[in-house]
């Protein structure tokens, strides 16, 4: 919250002239230690581009960019003129000169309460003229002072004195240039990946909670603040890189050192990001005799395809700069767009996450930071400021970033261009008011696209795709790695050339060779698809065969199921193969809203997804907020570890308001569908089932509805090592590998770094499911997979080894989970299981299947 402390108000005061009443509120400001005394200057020349009138006799002076750097502190003051000034050709006197001085983006808040303070006249009207500070304080900043002192005292001469001695010190501290401050250390960058956003990140929030400043620099260069995302990441800091650290606290300056020399929470000993990422460039094994052209690229993903060619141009978003609009609802506009984006970015990570994994959603956490970047919401608020609409000071605050990330010499730091600028276009679409960007393809066909941004790529899939290739972009931009987590060749910097390729072009796209062969001879044509006729024929028998039951060559039947969340999709699976739903997320019906869903759209929704199953196995999953599922609007507490603390079951034990309405809707729909299953998430004790079932109870006997099975997830260790207790009172089992493999491994889901090592293949987690197992089966229990592991073309196979008897799966992933398991009897299944437990690590595991 910003402050307005008393001495930044100025009551009762007199100007003779608008100059007069800038200096006045100038000086308060300087008075206070916000800004240098100079600012005043960048004040009066911002009165000479625009006028700063608002309206209602409020006028909101304030320093052009070019005054910017004289800013120490966020900071407002008000200067009262109860008998009014002239403001240049204004009709109206304006009584409240409101200065800002604004190096940060908090006084958006203060923007967003004039708003609704210029709405309100008569409160208006008390503040020209009241003789309490605490009342003009108030309505700006919402708070009212403890104790507010009376009229006059805040202009006391020895409290004005007090307040010189402490700008006197402010001064002292003021920087210039990085040299200036007066400690400084020199530390090499330990990481692998460059200073990226997720370090820089980490970085900020250190320099932020110290209070201190700092610097980075490199070599002669201006460096960058240390609080500023953006500015770091611009400097284009690479591994090995020696970096100049300055700071104004010595012991600031120790604890910032030390987090850079340990790596801000970035694996020391991963590969660099080209190394990590990169497909390696195979020496094409087959190569046409006779095509048109030969377009080279980088390959960015594997794959051969034969088809037509489609240009796609992102559609242009026009910006027209409109000066003089009011600054109050252009910075209302940015806030909201800001925020909008923010939710749209959340649920865009929770739809790759279940798509794509945790490490690919990760690149939208790090969109995330960019658009919380501090510095260029403030630079776009500066712009707005100076008169300038919101969506043209958003396209130039960010827009000047993303030229200069692009000039980094380093190409993975300077594919984050591409990043910025999606995050840009998504900002800007809802500052204009137009809808989701679409990539329309027409069918599937071979994309040439200028770019792709990650957020286009993660929309596209294989329905409207056979493959893509950009003119621009690198192996290791986020773009080219989404296109790998969807199996889709991909080829990446094929120059601009590419743009021309007319539309329909007949072409054959070999992403591990980098290249897209133009009108191909007939009999090339052939040769490729010869060559991609193996794979086709194994995935086409598995999709033939994708209705019969799952089971083993030998017929042990591992039934597989999808996991699902909407009834809309229920057709989809059914078609794919699935023989019931393992787990339908109950919170995507809150994630996909802004309001919490009431009992009976539940009860509607989960009606929809019984009857779509056709008596087939449903199982209902309580709500599982909490952790990395978000739900803005329900107002929950943000924790410092937020997988271990309220959620799951927890918070729906803390959120009765939430939980009784989910319980009654299913108990409802049960009543007419006896294929219905529930089960609670984040079990972690025998009390957490017994309090969850004794609520269904409750509810079922308020409602006069039957018994159903009731299940609980395996994803909390403790939870499998009482699997004996819980086996004694459950219906089934049903185990979250993504959950379980995190809390055995401790190693958070959503970790970029952890992301490879985190495989719920680790025989550590496969010792605690072949407990849960073998606890089922000595109460006649049954025991589920629904977690990414089930699957996974190993995991499949090891898990039905270890007597698992659902698998829970994926849409697309069913008939090639069937066919799997068709290909090996049940014992040399339980013989693999028995040798993966008892291998040192999941590579092991993989290696016993893949060799
Ligand atoms: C799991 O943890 O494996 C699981 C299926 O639940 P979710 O991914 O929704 O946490
Ligand atoms: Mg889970």
């Known amino acids: 919250m ?105 006084h958006l808040q203060i923007l967003r309460r004039l708003t609704r303070v210029l709405g309100d006249e008569a409160l208006v009207e008390k ?64 990481n692998p990946q460059g200073m990226h956003a997720r370090p820089a990140t980490m970085l900020a929030g250190i320099v932020k909670k110290s209070g201190a400043r700092v610097r980075l620099s490199k070599g002669e260069g201006k460096g960058a603040d240390a609080t500023k995302l953006m500015e770091m990441l611009s400097l284009g800091l690479t591994q090995g890189t020696l970096v100049t650290v300055s700071s104004d606290n010595e012991a600031t300056l120790k604890a910032v050192t030390d987090a850079i020399r340990t790596g801000l929470g970035d694996d020391l000993s991963a590969p660099s990001a080209a190394a990590q990422t990169k497909p390696q460039r195979r020496e094409p094994d087959w190569v046409p005799a006779q095509v048109g052209a030969t377009v080279e690229g980088v390959p960015a993903a594997d794959g051969l395809v034969v088809g037509y060619t489609r240009q796609h141009a992102p559609r242009a978003l026009e910006v027209k700069d409109t000066p003089g609009g009011d600054p109050v609802a252009e910075a209302e506009r940015l806030d909201t767009a800001l925020k909008a984006a923010h939710t749209e970015l959340l649920n865009l990570i929770d739809d790759v996450q279940a798509r794509f994994g945790a490490d690919k959603a990760a690149i939208f956490r790090a969109h995330q930071e960019l658009l919380a970047d501090e510095g260029t919401v403030q630079d776009a608020v500066a712009r707005i400021l100076d008169g300038h609409g919101a969506a043209w000071a958003y396209q130039q605050a960010t827009g000047e970033r993303v030229l200069q990330l692009q000039k980094l010499d380093d190409p993975t730091l300077a594919a984050r261009a591409v990043d910025l600028s999606d995050v840009q276009r998504r900002v800007l679409r809802w500052l204009l008011g137009l809808g989701e960007d679409r990539v329309e393809t027409g069918g599937p066909v071979i994309l040439l696209a200028p770019d792709l941004t990650p957020s286009d790529t993660a929309r596209l899939g294989p329905d409207s795709l056979l493959g893509f290739v950009t003119a621009q972009g690198g192996p290791t931009s986020h773009t080219a790695i989404i296109a790998r987590g969807l199996g889709l060749p991909a080829v990446v910097a094929a120059g601009a050339g590419l743009l021309d390729i007319p539309d329909g072009t007949h072409a054959i796209l070999d992403g591990a060779a980098g290249r897209l062969y133009l009108n191909p001879s007939a009999a090339d044509v052939t040769g490729a698809q010869e060559r991609q006729g193996v794979l086709a024929r194994e995935r086409e028998a598995a999709r033939a065969a994708r209705h019969e039951p799952g089971a083993t060559s030998d017929g042990q039947r591992v039934e597989v199921a999808a996991n699902i969340n909407r009834a809309a999709d229920a057709e989809g699976a059914l078609d794919a193969g699935a023989e019931g739903v393992g787990l339908m997320r109950t919170e995507f019906l809150f994630l996909e809203r802004d309001s919490v869903p009431t009992e009976d759209e539940q009860e509607q929704e989960y009606r929809a997804m019984a009857a ?96 159903i099975p009731l299940g609980v997830m395996i994803e909390v260790p403790s939870a499998a090592l009482i699997a004996d207790e819980l086996a004694q009172e459950v219906d089934f089992f049903s185990v979250g590998t993504n959950d379980l493999t995190q809390y055995t491994l401790a190693m958070d889901r959503l970790h970029p770094q952890l992301a490879r090592q985190t495989d719920a293949m680790h025989p550590a987690v496969l010792k605690l499911i072949k407990l849960t197992v073998d606890a089922a089966e000595r109460h006649g229990k049954w025991v589920g997979v ?66």
Not at 644 to 673: K, M, S, T, W, Y
């Open 2 to 106: 910003i402050q307005l402390p008393q001495q930044l108000v100025k009551i009762g005061a007199q100007a003779r002239t608008k100059d007069e009443a800038i200096a006045q509120v100038a000086g308060l400001l300087a008075a206070n230690g916000n800004v240098d005394p100079g600012y005043v200057e960048g004040m009066r020349a911002r009165e000479t581009q625009a006028n700063t009138y608002l309206g209602n006799g409020i006028a909101i002076p304030h320093g052009t960019p070019e005054s910017r750097h004289l800013i120490r502190q966020t900071g407002i003051a008000v200067v009262q003129l109860p008998g009014g000034v002239q403001w240049g050709d204004e009709d109206e006197p304006v009584h409240l000169v409101i200065g800002i001085a604004a190096a940060s983006d908090e």
């Open 127 to 190: 503040l020209w003229v009241t003789t309490d500070p605490a009342d003009i304080q108030e309505a700006l900043t919402g708070e009212r002072p403890a104790a507010s002192a009376p009229l006059g005292e805040a202009r006391q001469p020895e409290q004005a004195q007090q307040l010189q001695t402490g700008s006197a010190a402010a001064a002292v501290r003021r920087e210039t240039a990085p040299g200036e401050l007066p400690f400084a250390a020199q530390v090499t960058l330990p």
């Open 612 to 707: 779509a199953m056709e008596g087939r196995p449903l199982i209902i999953r309580t709500l599982d907020i909490g952790g990395d599922k978000e739900v803005p609007y329900l107002g929950l507490a943000r924790e410092d570890n937020s997988f271990l603390g309220i959620r799951g079951i927890r918070l729906c034990f803390e959120r009765p308001d939430l939980f009784l309405p989910q319980l009654r809707a299913v108990a409802r729909v049960a009543n007419d569908h006896p294929n219905v299953h529930l089960m609670f998430p984040m079990i972690a004790t025998l009390e957490d089932f017994r309090r969850a079932q004794a609520m269904f109870d409750e509810v079922r006997r308020e409602l006069d509805t039957p018994r």
């Open 786 to 851: 629904c977690g990414g592991a089930a699957g996974d073309d190993v995991g499949a196979l090891v898990l039905a080894g270890l007597g698992v008897k659902e698998l829970s799966v994926s849409t697309p992933q069913v008939a090639t989970v069937k066919a799997a398991l068709r290909r090996r009897s049940a014992e040399d299944l339980r013989r693999l299981a028995a040798e993966a437990l008892a291998q040192p690590n999941a590579e092991a595991v993989r290696a016993l299947v893949k060799g």
